[in-house]
């Protein structure tokens, strides 16, 4: 089955100890988004990957970089995790073509990380 | 003001009630609205969405937007155990921009069906 993977599932750094979440997906979609999503909080976006199009929200800390090597793949860097930082990190994927204004995004299953 | 308003819950119903759940919205720009399922420890799922203006009905699952109050509504008949998780709901302009579609979501309603 086409699907967005999310590794690891749980994940536990230590303040400030450099930790990277791992994405996939085998649907071929050309744009891959990362979201934080906090407790009782609504997802937020932080930023996304048209095709190798970076495009940064203005309020995502410096502290949070992406790498797409590829379509399939895409890596969420967290430098120097701090507390706040402690929250579901949802990747997700759609297809834009350039003619249509809506593209669904399909979500991964997340990855919750915990900052000790 | 939040772009996005949505009652947190929790919301908990007996097993076949109707449930009703909503959100309000602040910017004109929303064009797209979508309705989310996020159970416990996993990521969104799409229920349904709606563009502009309307109602849209799928099984037992009817969305709702009206968009000069800017107010969206997903109801649910015949509510089902199952069905007891988090609803989000999301918004989205009309963008034809390079990047895909931003979407903006509520924080969530969080349900339980009681047998």
């Known amino acids: 089955d086409a699907m967005v993977i999310q590794n690891p599932r749980y994940q536990v750094t230590q303040f400030g100890k450099p930790v990277t979440l791992s994405c996939s997906q085998t649907l071929n979609h050309n744009v891959m988004y990362w979201y934080q999503q906090k407790s009782s909080q609504a997802p937020k976006l932080l930023f996304h990957y048209y095709d190798k199009d970076f495009n940064n929200e203005a309020d995502t800390p410096d502290n949070f970089q992406s790498r797409r090597p590829n379509t399939s793949f895409c890596f969420l860097d967290i430098r120097s995790p701090g507390l706040g930082d402690a929250a579901m990190y949802l990747c997700?994927?759609?297809?834009?073509?350039?003619?249509?204004?809506?593209?669904?995004?399909?979500f991964g299953p997340g990855t919750r990380l915990t900052v000790l | 003001q939040k772009e996005v308003e949505q009652d947190p819950g929790p919301l908990s119903v007996p097993e076949g009630a109707i449930v009703s759940l909503n959100c309000t919205y602040s910017n004109s720009a929303f064009q797209y609205f979508m309705w989310y399922r996020q159970y416990s420890r996993k990521g969104p799922e799409l229920l349904m969405y709606?563009?502009?203006?309307g109602n849209k009905e799928d099984g037992r699952f009817t969305a709702q937007v009206d968009k000069s109050s800017k107010y969206i509504s997903l109801f649910i008949r015949d509510s089902q155990p199952s069905d007891s998780a988090t609803y989000l709901c999301?918004?989205?302009?009309?963008?034809?921009?390079?990047?895909?579609?931003?979407?903006?979501f509520g924080t969530g309603t969080q349900l339980k069906v009681e047998l």
């Open positions: 709606t563009y502009s203006s």
């Open positions: 997700a994927t759609s297809r834009f073509s350039g003619r249509a204004t809506y593209n669904e995004q399909f």
């Open positions: 999301a918004m989205s302009p009309n963008i034809l921009t390079g990047g895909g579609n931003k979407l903006t």
